[in-house]
């Protein structure tokens, strides 16, 4: 094969070897904080690597498209199965419906409690005057129901493997531990 010189060579062998420079970057930068083992398939998982892919694929923020080119790299020097991004894409797509109809239950559930509010007449309540009455109501469900598996007060948890946090009147949702 003869080789040709940078100004011979074709415009798209020329943007691979400056993508491939970037991936390149990007891995040592990555390795500098201790990442690794992609490699090792007793330590790293095709499923989490093609998880990682398209969860970058959302991010949008510098070095996306190194950080999803990178992956797609890994996969492919593996030579896991094509369908895993599918199977992953899939399961993203699960995650975000799970989260929707966790928030219209969340929706549905605040709503409740202030129709329950208005109609007393305790409308005016702060947020942490309804965590102390919701608290209250939960305890009495969990004694009733002889049920330990009820979160902690501050915890809510909507649908499967959906968490709402609720800290210092802020909140923060989880799905099977992943924010």
């Excluded at 094969?1 to 491939?20: G, Y």
Aim: charged share 30%; glycine share 8%; net charge negative.
């Amino acid at each position: 094969m003869e080789l040709k010189t940078q100004s011979e060579a074709h415009p798209d062998d020329l943007a691979v070897d400056r993508f491939a420079a970037a991936m390149k970057a990007k891995l040592a930068k990555s390795r500098e904080k201790g990442r690794g083992g992609w490699d090792d398939k007793t330590q790293c998982s095709g499923e989490h690597l093609a998880n990682l892919l398209v969860e970058h694929l959302a991010k949008g923020n510098e070095g996306t498209f190194e950080d999803v080119a990178n992956f797609a790299m890994m996969l492919h020097q593996r030579n896991e199965r094509t369908d895993i991004l599918a199977k992953m894409i899939s399961e993203n797509d699960r995650y975000v419906q799970e989260l929707e109809h966790s928030y219209e239950q969340l929706n549905l559930w605040l709503v409740g409690i202030l129709a329950e509010y208005e109609s007393t007449g305790h409308a005016g309540l702060t947020i942490n005057e309804v965590r102390q009455h919701y608290s209250k109501i939960r305890k009495s469900t969990q004694k009733s129901h002889n049920d330990d598996t009820l979160p902690p007060d501050d915890d809510e948890m909507i649908g499967t493997g959906v968490k709402i946090s609720f800290v210092g009147g802020a909140s923060k949702t989880t799905y099977n531990g992943k924010e």
